[in-house]
């Protein structure tokens, strides 16, 4: 349970560390002292975004069954004769 949560924080870290390497690829696409072809860094940028984007929504939907599991084990079981 407490693992499932720690795995979603990591994973969410590491998809936005990709994405920010998207962007500072993005962002030099025009540095003339580079050894990177445009493609190569066009292909690297497009990689790292759908491999970030997708860590992300992994992150999230793990998250959410971790605290959906959470909540599950510590809601008291209901007693079927109701209350007295």
């Known amino acids: ?6 795995r979603s924080y990591l994973y969410g870290v590491v998809g936005g ?10 962002a030099a696409r ?6 990177m072809t445009p493609a190569v ?3 690297f940028v497009g ?3 759908v491999a970030g984007v997708f860590l992300l929504i992994w992150a999230t939907r793990l998250w959410i069954a971790a605290r959906k599991e959470k909540d599950e084990v510590e809601k008291p079981p209901e007693d079927p004769k109701g209350m007295k």
């Open 30 to 35: 025009e540095d003339p002292n580079t050894t």
């Open 41 to 43: 860094r066009w292909l």
């Open 1 to 6: 349970m407490n693992n499932k949560q720690n």
């Open 47 to 49: 990689l790292f975004i």
């Open 17 to 26: 560390y990709l994405l920010y390497l998207a962007y500072e690829l993005f």
